[in-house]
């Protein structure tokens, strides 16, 4: 399963090279991050004022967080470091949360950037002899010319077909012989239940591989594509306040990400306390990106729960691998005073072999105390079946997700594609409660 390295130097690194370089580039950082009115100020605070004052990588500790909050409030141009006419690119966030955040890049970021996303690509056994269909969505959001960038530098045929259409998506995959797609997991799954209506059989596509990012899921999410579409899947991570694609990538032994070391230093805090937590522990992923000009960007908190695996991976890449992510420390959801985290849903149902492909999580207020719907979209077959059997599935979804999240709640059953699906990222949480 050994593949070829993009940088065997850099992605193999000794770990002490690796944090040679990273002071070197922390101490690069702190010089283009005191061009920014936001950083002069966090930097003041922390008695910063020159490269000199970071002498080791402990010395990153006493600098401030960076919180999205702090992005908004210093929209458009607190945060930038270059002047604008050394700016190639402006990127946005999706915003699912609220209001977007803007990144710039300079022509130096856009190529550094790509390199990276080069080295993730060709960690999968990717080469240049691939067909590559974009299906992410192009325009502001990272995802789409994040990938479509890597995989020019890579030297696969880029098919930047961009989100939506399935039909289309499916005739262009049979049309020009796709090998490898860029796509978030909820569409691909989606896809696969479109394939007879588009009149294409799988075995008239030779599809080999899917980067699957942009949404958490889960490693029975994963599974349940890789099965049904006889194709082995990547977890893709990243964020445009870091770049956007790129951050961390599963290689070949497709067990969790390697975070791009040389160009990131990763923290894992408890969101609570801001203190790190211990190592293979979970928690919220912090990252100070290394190698960018025109937006540099230090201790930035994601809100992303992950960990990180502390053991060397097969492959002989050095760089630290991260777990797929738990969840978002903003999409937890209190149901009666009970912490759930969507995550915990999804890990339930898809390990439920009758549950074909979508699922909405439901929250509303009925009385005094809120309420919790699970729906799912069972398998067309099911339905034909004895009213019985159905009661009998219900029944086992609901205990499986009482034991999982403690509450108890109502499960519908539907039919495959009778839910709302999503062309980008999915939406599964509608939350129907009043606002306080
Ligand atoms: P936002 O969704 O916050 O508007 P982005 O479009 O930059 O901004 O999306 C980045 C976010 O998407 C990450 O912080 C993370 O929550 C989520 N994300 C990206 N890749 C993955 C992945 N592979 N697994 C889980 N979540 C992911
Ligand atoms: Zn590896």
Redesign the pocket.
């Known amino acids: 399963m050994q593949t070829p390295f993009w940088n065997k130097e850099i992605e193999t690194a000794e770990r002490a090279v690796l944090q040679k370089i990273q002071l070197e580039r922390l101490r690069e950082t702190i010089l283009w991050a005191l061009k920014t009115p936001f950083y002069q100020k966090q930097l003041r605070e922390a008695r910063i004022s020159s490269p000199d004052n970071i002498r080791s990588l402990s010395d990153l500790r006493k600098i401030p967080f960076t919180t999205k909050d702090d992005l908004r409030l210093n929209f458009p141009k607190g945060l930038l470091a270059v002047d604008m006419k050394d700016v190639v690119r402006i990127h946005s966030?999706?915003?699912?949360?609220g209001i977007?955040t803007v990144i710039y890049y300079s022509k130096e970021d856009i190529d550094n950037w790509s390199d990276l996303m080069a080295r993730c690509i060709f960690a999968t056994g990717a080469t240049r002899a691939d067909i590559f269909q974009n299906m992410m969505t192009y325009g502001m959001?990272?995802g789409g010319l994040g990938l479509h960038y890597g995989a020019e530098r890579v030297g696969m045929a880029v098919i930047p077909i961009g989100g939506g259409n399935t039909k289309r998506q499916i005739k262009t995959m049979k049309d020009f012989c796709t090998t490898i797609l860029h796509v978030t997991p909820s569409y691909l799954l989606h896809i696969h239940s479109k394939l007879d209506e588009a009149e294409v059989k799988r075995e008239e596509l030779v599809l080999k591989k899917a980067f699957i990012?942009?949404?958490?899921?889960s490693e029975d999410f994963r599974k349940k594509i890789e099965h049904i579409w006889h194709i082995d899947a990547y977890?893709?991570?990243?964020?445009?306040?870091l770049n956007?694609p790129g951050v961390a990538f599963e290689c070949a032994y497709k067990k969790d990400m390697h975070l791009w070391e040389d160009a990131y230093i990763v923290e894992i805090i408890n969101p609570e306390t801001g203190q790190p937590v211990k190592d293979g522990q979970p928690g919220e992923v912090v990252l100070t990106n290394l190698i960018r000009r025109a937006t540099p960007m230090i201790r930035y908190r994601?809100?992303?729960l992950a960990f990180l695996h502390p053991e060397p991976c097969p492959c002989g890449r050095t760089h630290r691998r991260l777990s797929?992510?738990l969840g978002?420390t903003d999409d937890m959801l209190i149901i009666n005073g009970i912490n759930v985290f969507p995550s915990q849903i999804e890990e339930v149902v898809m390990r439920i072999p009758e549950v074909a492909t979508n699922y909405v999580i439901q929250v509303e207020k009925k009385g005094a105390l809120d309420h919790l719907t699970v729906k799912v979209e069972i398998y067309p077959k099911l339905f034909l079946g004895e009213p019985a059997q159905l009661d009998r599935l219900k029944a086992r979804i609901t205990d499986e997700l009482h034991s999982a999240i403690i509450l108890h709640p109502s499960v519908e059953l539907h039919e495959p594609n009778s839910l709302p699906v999503s062309e980008g990222?999915a939406k599964r949480v509608i939350d129907l409660r009043p606002k306080e």
């Open positions: 966030s999706s915003g699912t949360t977007p959001f990272t990012g942009a949404e958490p899921h977890n893709s991570y990243g964020l445009s306040e956007g994601t809100r992303d797929r992510i978002r990222k």
